[in-house]
T-cell receptor, first 115, second 117 residues
């Protein structure tokens, strides 16, 4: 069964460093998303991406964040200068088609720890 | 205001008991979808069910059942004869229409279920 994959599973970085979280969405999916879950809290939407551009982003997704689809398979989230409060689990998701009714398939997550 | 409210933060039940997880949502849209996801201790999000706003028929899948009531904006989830493997955090989520540009999920704060053997 096709699945969303994410690498690495755990990333430890120093405050101020740049990190890139990688995701490989399901191959025939057209819509891609990043979510964040601070430990013990709810899952929060960061950004959605379609047709090589951001379609929606939340207040959390400030100038420190960027997303990219560098090739036909990867979808990345870059945090330019990490802060302690960026420590969280980051989930990538993808959905097959347009519209809100599509189930989003989530990856296993990348746990980011900022020291 | 929260779009999805899961008032139960933590629930503990003894194995084989039934348990209901509550979810109340808020939206002005007439067309929307509701979802339940399970997050086991390993951390991944596992899809359980999707329900659209026009389908209020209750659904049963094995030991799982869902009660969608538009009149009370609730989408409750019941596990019958709970098992230890059901121990996880359960998230309810709402998806509203965003035209052709995909959608944003609004998650509740989750209910942590512990099933005691």
């Amino acid at each position: 069964e096709p699945e969303v994959t994410q690498t690495p599973s755990h990333q430890v970085t120093q405050m101020g460093q740049e990190v890139i979280l990688r995701c490989v969405p399901i191959s025939n999916h057209l819509y891609f998303y990043w979510y964040r879950q601070i430990l013990g809290q709810k899952v929060e939407f960061l950004v959605s991406f379609y047709n090589n551009e951001i379609s929606e982003k939340s207040e959390i997704f400030d100038d420190q964040f960027s997303v990219e689809r560098p090739d036909g398979s990867n979808f990345t989230l870059k945090i330019r200068s990490t802060k302690l409060e960026d420590s969280a689990m980051y989930f990538c998701a993808s959905s097959e088609g347009q519209g809100f009714y599509n189930e989003q398939f989530f990856g296993p997550g990348t746990r980011l720890t900022v020291l | 205001a929260q779009k999805v409210t899961q008032a139960q933060t933590e629930i503990s039940v003894v194995e084989k008991e039934d348990v209901t997880l509550d979810c109340v949502y808020e939206t002005r849209d007439t067309t929307y979808y509701l979802f339940w996801y399970k997050q086991p201790p390993s951390g991944e999000l596992v899809f359980l069910i999707r329900r659209n706003s026009f389908d209020e028929q209750n659904e049963i899948s094995g030991r799982y059942s869902w009660n969608f009531q538009k009149s009370t904006s609730s989408f409750n989830f019941t596990i019958t004869a709970s098992q230890v493997v059901d121990s996880a955090v359960y998230f309810c989520a709402l998806s509203e229409a965003r035209g052709n540009t995909g959608n944003q999920f609004y998650f509740g704060t989750g209910t942590s279920l512990t099933v005691i053997p």
